[in-house]
Each structure stands twice: as C-alpha cells, then as structure tokens.
C-alpha cells in the first residue's frame, strides 16, 4: 500500500507541476456532488429502480454476528433487512480524503477534504495541503472481511415511518472509497486517460483498498472520482436493518450520505434516496412473536430515488 500512495503521489506531482502554480487556485475550486443511488440497486444501475433486487429479508440464528447466514430453519435469532447501497460523484471535481496520524499509538487517524482546482486542475496531494477539515475520523478495521482503513459516518441507514419517525437505525459506520463503477451520466469532468491530476487520481482510486493490511499505516487516501461510485453489497457486514422487533405496517427505508454535511460539495439535494416498503408478520399478527420461527413477508411498494420519503401517501 505504501508503494501505492507514493506512485500515486509522484504521478499526481507531475501532472500538477506542468500547469501554472497552484497558488492562484485559491479560492475557486471544483466541488463533487455525492448522489445516493437507489436503494437496494446495483451501483450504476441505469433502469428502473422499481426492478432492483439488490435487497433481501435474511432470518439468522445469531443476532451477535455481523453478517452470520441466513437460515432457512431452526431458532431465529434476529430478522434482518439488508441492501445494496451505493453513492455516485456527479460532480465538478472528485471527492478526495487524507487520513492521517502522527504515530502508531493514535488508534485513529484525523481527515481533511482536498479540492481541486478550477483554475489549473492540481489536487492537493497530501494532508497538510487539503483545505478542509473534516470532523469525521477513520479507523482500522480488523475484521476479516476488512482488515483496512475506514472513513467513519460517510453513509447512514434508517427505517422511518411514513409520518417521518425513525424506527430503525444503522449499526455500520465505516467506510473505504474507490472508483468501483462508472454512472451512466454524461459529465464534462469524468477522467479521461492518466496524465491530468483527476486522471492520476481515477487510476489509484480504482485500486484503492485503504490501506489493506496496514494497520500500522500513518496516512491514507480515500475517495470518489467525477462519474464514478462507491458501492457496498448487501451481502457484506452490517448491510442491514433489525426488523426483529417493527410492526407490520409501510415502512421507508431511507439511505443518506454525508448527512451532517461535513464534506463540501456543490449540492446537497441528492443525498438521500429511500424506498418503501410494507411489514407483514406471520398469521397477519400486528406485532412479531416473542420467539421467531418464520420471518414476515417484505414487498417492494415503490423506489424513490433522490427522496427522503417514499411511503408518504401522495394526492
């Protein structure tokens, strides 16, 4: 992974130092624009949201486990909703994270936005030259399915009431960024080729692991390049919501990212998509049973992609 950060960085120095001095980027930058695709769709789905099958209801025996297998029989444990998610860049400039820490005893790293310039396209290459802060940390992740660096909070999950209510909420928290699809969009900033900065960038971003296997790593680079996506399967640990313990009734399941806003984008307007839902136990029993034997049936009533809300009645 080191060897990584550094050809990324002495090809993104060449491509900066060719072009007039940085300096007199200050100021005017080229900001991305995070989309939360629809939910329960694969990342870079074109279609119809309405035919997405990226979800499904996973009864497991283990309530404890992050992504224990589904069970057809036996003790129910837990009943979970799990989704894909993912979040598109549709922006002017691509979205870019530095991590980083002073030494191994910091069990965390502290994060800075960097942005890029719309006067000579440099893209700050390095923490100290990122020009914003941003509250949120990343931290190692020793689980087996992980063993890298995540970015915390960049995405939430929540199952609402049609009144708006929260229900359920998300016990994932971590993130790694990459180009791990291109969108469908038609935008003028997509990267083309590797010799401009953005170019430099796309290349190492669609590598990226953050930092895999190296939990004694001192900085990492995160993000999502103009006309690409981050996207994490349903199958994958804590892609998912308890409904162990919700009533039947219509329910939105509601993505949102970058929801405290503490990243700089163009807009926020597309942060959110949701899609709604109807919970029906066994029997038609308005509440779960103490002990689960059978998981409730879970139908698809609509997609709403870019919505907060989609199970709203609407006149």
């Known amino acids: 992974m080191r060897r990584r ?26 900001l991305p624009d995070l989309r939360q695709a629809p939910v329960g769709c694969a990342g870079g789905y074109p279609g119809d949201p309405a035919r997405c099958l990226d979800w499904d209801v996973c009864p497991v025996a283990d309530a404890a486990a992050p992504n224990g297998p589904c069970v057809q029989s036996g003790p129910i444990g837990a009943v979970r909703l799990r989704f894909t998610t993912s979040a598109d860049n549709v922006g002017d400039g691509p979205l870019v994270i530095h991590g980083r820490r002073s030494d191994v005893g910091q069990e965390r790293m502290t994060a800075r936005q960097a942005l890029q310039s719309a006067v000579d396209g440099s893209i700050p ?17 020793p ?3 992980h063993q890298h660096w995540h970015l915390l909070g960049f995405e939430h999950f929540q199952l609402r009431t049609p009144a708006g209510d929260t229900v359920v ?21 997509r990267p083309v080729g590797t010799s401009s900065p953005q170019g430099a960038l ?14 004694e790593a001192l900085s990492v680079v995160q993000g999502i390049s103009v006309g690409y996506g981050d996207d ?3 199958t994958v640990d804590f892609q998912w919501l308890d409904i162990s313990t919700v009533p039947s ?6 993505n949102i990212v ?8 163009k807009s926020y307007a597309n942060n959110a998509s949701s899609m709604a839902i109807s919970i029906r136990w066994p029997g038609d029993a308005t509440t779960p049973p103490t002990t689960i034997t059978r998981p409730p049936d879970v139908r698809l009533l609509r997609n709403c992609p870019g919505a907060l809300q989609c199970a709203t009645p609407r006149g």
């Open 249 to 254: 009734g219509v329910y939105d399941v509601v």
């Open 5 to 30: 950060v550094a050809l990324f960085a002495a090809a993104l120095l060449v491509a900066v130092v060719v072009g007039p001095s940085p300096a007199r980027a200050v100021g005017v930058v080229l």
């Open 232 to 234: 994490y399967l349903h």
């Open 125 to 141: 290459m390095a923490y100290e030259q990122a020009q914003h802060a941003v509250p949120a940390a990343l931290y190692y992740e």
């Open 169 to 189: 909420i998300d016990r994932k928290n971590g993130f790694c960024l990459g180009d791990r699809y291109a969108t469908a969009d038609r935008l003028a900033n």
């Open 143 to 145: 689980a087996a399915a």
């Open 258 to 265: 970058n929801g405290d806003r503490t990243l700089v984008e």
């Open 202 to 215: 796309a290349a190492f971003l669609r590598e990226n692991r953050c930092g895999h296997h190296a939990p």
